[in-house]
Structure formats: C-alpha cells, structure tokens
Nanobody
Framework: QVQLVESGGGLVQAGGSLRLSCAAS????????MGWFRQAPGKEREFVAA????????YYADSVKGRFTILSNNAKNTVYLQMNSLRPEDTATYYC?????????????????WGQGTQVTVSS
C-alpha cells in the first residue's frame, strides 16, 4: 500500500518561506512521477510542481516559477517543495501525489496516490 505523508505547512507572512515535505512509502518510487497540487477554498485543485525520479526533471506552474523549487531525496523517498517569496494567493491546502509513470502530468486525474494535505496560509 502506497502512503504519502505531507508535513511542513503553517502560517507565514507575505514574502516569507516554507518547505513542505512528502514522505513516500510502500513502493520503489523510481518509476513514479511526483507532484504537488494545491486547492484553495471554493477553487479547483491546481498543479503546482512535479518531479520525475529519473533525471530528475522538474516542472512548474507559471504562477510559482522562480519562487518555488521541487526537490527529491531518492534515498529517503521524500519530495520537498521549497516555497519562497510567498504571497497571500498561495494560501491553500497543498497535496502531494504520485503517478505510476516516469512522465509528469499537470492533470490531477493522472495521479494514482494522494497525501492527506497540509495547510499553507500566507498573511498580507
């Protein structure tokens, strides 16, 4: 059984930083792509960033490019999302997801496993 556990969310002022972690267990994840998504109240879940274990290759939504960085530690089966220069519009619940495919996808329906989510709140 695949498990994804996120941590690192919290309350931060605009311009601040947070680092989210996603610890994966239950499989060998070298054949997976990992993604971060977020969902704000009343809005649809949206793609934030993704990484493939092989390479690795990284992908970002335009709204976070240059501010967020996705990283992986293969030995720990952990993926991180380093978020800098946070804005109030980044406020959302952030979810980690895993896709049984070596290629990433910005479509949430393409992911097979999801974490429980971690709340990020950015105050102005």
């Amino acid at each position: 059984q695949v498990q994804l556990v996120e941590s690192g969310g919290g309350l931060v002022q605009a311009g601040g930083s947070l680092r989210l972690s996603c610890a994966a267990s239950g499989r060998t994840f070298s054949n997976y792509a990992m993604g971060w998504f977020r969902q704000a109240p009343g809005k649809e879940r949206e793609f934030v960033a993704a990484i493939t274990w092989s390479g690795p290759s990284t992908y970002y939504a335009d709204s976070v490019k240059g501010r967020f960085t996705i990283l992986s530690n293969n030995a720990k089966n952990t993926v991180y999302l380093q978020m800098n220069s946070l804005r109030p519009e980044d406020t959302a619940t952030y979810y980690c997801a895993a896709r049984w495919d070596r290629n990433y996808s910005p479509n949430s329906n393409a992911y097979d496993y999801w974490g429980q989510g971690t709340q990020v709140t950015v105050s102005s």
